[in-house]
Every structure is written in structure tokens, then in C-alpha cells.
């Protein structure tokens, strides 16, 4: 019997569909991705459970930081791989130490990863918040991590496309980390990646949320939300044009309310609103490597 391979949402990885023009550097960054199908997985994802199966989410950071010894880590924000050499993360997930007045410490980035052991971890090279991110509001909460070195995409590490919209055509999207997900204990990490899925509010439904510079969004009546530890991490969809075995991230956890109540509304900055800065960044006319 013949191995077809399969993607997310039970969709069979089929030839990439023909295109409207790449006109951006992101754009064409998300082209170069979907013509690879090496990436997709040959197994179908089934999940009715908030556990994602191993290396479903392949675009899945985990942000960390060095102790004293250099030897050790403490992993506690989300990112999003974009690039073979960027990371996409939150503001406060970067320069965090300025607010408690300690010593920056050196931060990592682990790729490929389902539980808390596993997968690869990068050096990060270069932290780069947004030049107007506020650290009293968390107004501009975004960030890129530059690593030291290249990343080579497999099954295990994909990168997602950015948004070419502002996301508002959409009733959900998914998010996802590695953060608490009990309401009864302190330190409750999820031992392995998890996922939600999300509905989007309209902002008569989010009090003190820009609507141009933010997605609100939490569980409708199942208290679904991110929490603790999630911070930096996609609000994502599966590419609805460029192929279903690609992600699309088109926010950043930014901050939230209260972990597990009711009806939560969260803050994720768009990342529609930054795409210039981001590739200017990332994709700058200098650079002429795309991947």
C-alpha cells in the first residue's frame, strides 16, 4: 500500500495550488515553504484532547534562559520559527529582567520539541524588541530572536508563514505552548506541547483592547485560554491557501486575564500590524537568502 501522506485538519498533503503573485518578502519566504513538501508529516493527526501529537505544531518554540552555570535552563515563554535564522516571540519575553532590575541573562530557543526534554536547543545572537515596546503597557509587545545558527528544516522544525491579513475574516484560531494548564497547582507546566482553540471577539466584547494593534480572543464557554508560561507564543491557523501543511501565525500571546475563568479575553499582539518592521528585519534588501 502506497505511504500518502498527511497533514493538519485531516488533509492530504496535494500539490501546492497555483498562486496570486508573491509581492512581499514574507510572501515569498511562504512560497519557498509550501513548494517543499518533504516537511509533511505521514501520519493523520487526531486529537480531541488539548495534547498535540509529537511534531504536529512544527513551527513551535520554546524560549529559555541560561543560569549561572551556563548549563542549565529555565523555559518559560513561546515563539514562533519564521525564518532559518528568526524566531518570533513577545516584547516581555526578551527584555523581562529590566522590570526587576536583575542582571539580562542569556536566553535559548529549543526547536523540535513535544515534552519539556526534548528537541534542539539554539544560542539566540541578537534580541531585538520593537523599538516603541513599553514596558509598563506592554503597548508594541513583540519581538524577533536572531540565532547563531541556521536552522535546516525537517519533519520535526517548519517554519509558519506570517499573515497577509488582519485575521478578522476568521471565527477561530489555535494557540499553543507550554504553559500552565491546571488551575490547581502553582507549578503546573505541561509536561508535553498543548493546544486550544480560540474565538476571536469583537472589540465591544474586549474593554481597553486597540483594536489596530491587538486580536482579542479566549474560550467562548469552555474557559480555554492561554496562561502562565505561554507568553510569546502563536495565535495560528493551518494556510488556507498556500497548503494545509504550512501554519500561519497572525498574533503573539501578549497578556491575558486571569488563568481559567469562565469566559477569558486575552491580548495577542497582530502581527499584521508589525509585517513591515518584521521584514525589515528579517527580510531586509540586503538579505538575499529568502528562507
Not at 188 to 200: I, V
Not at 257 to 279: A, D, G, N
Request: neutral net charge; proline residues 4%; hydrophobic residues 30%.
Amino acid at each position: 500500500m502506497r505511504n500518502i501522506k498527511h497533514c493538519a485538519s485531516r488533509s492530504l498533503c496535494c500539490p501546492v495550488p497555483k498562486r496570486p503573485k508573491a509581492d512581499t518578502p514574507s510572501s515569498k519566504a511562504c512560497l519557498n515553504y509550501a513548494n517543499d513538501r518533504t516537511f509533511c508529516q505521514t501520519h493523520l493527526y487526531i486529537s480531541r484532547s488539548n495534547e498535540t501529537n509529537r511534531h504536529e505544531l512544527q513551527y513551535m518554540a520554546h524560549i529559555g534562559q541560561k543560569d549561572e552555570t551556563g548549563f542549565n535552563y529555565t523555559w518559560d515563554c513561546g515563539g514562533t520559527v519564521i525564518h532559518s535564522k528568526f524566531v518570533l516571540t513577545a516584547a516581555h519575553c526578551v527584555i523581562r529582567e529590566r522590570l526587576v532590575g536583575t542582571k539580562e541573562k542569556d536566553l535559548v530557543v529549543r526547536l523540535g520539541a513535544h515534552n519539556t526534554t526534548d528537541g534542539d536547543v539554539y544560542e539566540v545572537a541578537n534580541k531585538i524588541p520593537h523599538p516603541d515596546y513599553d514596558e509598563k503597557t506592554y503597548a508594541n509587545d513583540i519581538a524577533l530572536l536572531e540565532l547563531t545558527k541556521t536552522v535546516v528544516f525537517n519533519d520535526q522544525v517548519r517554519p509558519a508563514c506570517l499573515t497577509t491579513s488582519s485575521g478578522e475574516e476568521y471565527d477561530n484560531m489555535t494557540v499553543s505552548g507550554w504553559g500552565r494548564y491546571s488551575r490547581n497547582k502553582a507549578n503546573d507546566q505541561a509536561p508535553e506541547l498543548r493546544k486550544a482553540e480560540l474565538k476571536l471577539f469583537k472589540f465591544s466584547e474586549c474593554p481597553d483592547v486597540p483594536q489596530e494593534m491587538y486580536i482579542c480572543a479566549g474560550g467562548d464557554k469552555n474557559g480555554s485560554d492561554s496562561c502562565d508560561g505561554d507568553s510569546g507564543g502563536p495565535l495560528a491557523r493551518w494556510h488556507q491557501e498556500w497548503g494545509s501543511c504550512l501554519g500561519q501565525v497572525f498574533a503573539v500571546v501578549s497578556r491575558g486575564s486571569y488563568c481559567h475563568t469562565t469566559s477569558p479575553r486575552s491580548k495577542y499582539t497582530k502581527v499584521f500590524y508589525y509585517l513591515q518592521w518584521i521584514e525589515n528585519v528579517v527580510w531586509p534588501v540586503t538579505r538575499e537568502n529568502t528562507d
